[in-house]
């Protein structure tokens, strides 16, 4: 994942009149030394916010407070929604999970 990735998913799911002030929101991650994963981690808000502003401050609030958390949501939905206790899925239907999860992601970020 890159910078590049990024800006193409701005441009895809932001009107061209958004493009800077999504990039300013985008920029108030990364700029602490705790914050990890930059690139990822402004894709896995872009995701989650679907094209809304608010939801994008909002989302980019929270991935400073925690990333993984923005990261946990965007790239593995299932494995969050459908979490078993431990020792409750087998090793074949956890990888089945996590075969989806990056599935769906991959298409998300791939799409035109």
Do not use: C
């Amino acid at each position: 994942m890159s910078r590049d990735d990024v800006l193409r998913v701005v441009r895809r799911d932001h009107p061209a009149s958004d493009f800077e002030e999504v990039l300013a929101i985008l920029d108030e991650y990364g700029v602490e030394s705790w914050h990890r994963e930059r690139d990822r981690v402004h894709l896995a808000v872009l995701k989650l916010a679907a094209g809304d502003l608010e939801e994008l401050r909002r989302q980019i609030e929270l991935a400073r407070t925690d990333y993984r958390d923005a990261l946990a949501e965007a790239e593995f939905p299932e494995n969050l929604t459908r979490r078993v206790p431990t020792g409750r899925s087998s090793a074949a239907e956890q990888a089945a999970m996590d075969d989806r999860d990056w599935d769906q992601y991959q298409r998300w970020l791939v799409r035109p």
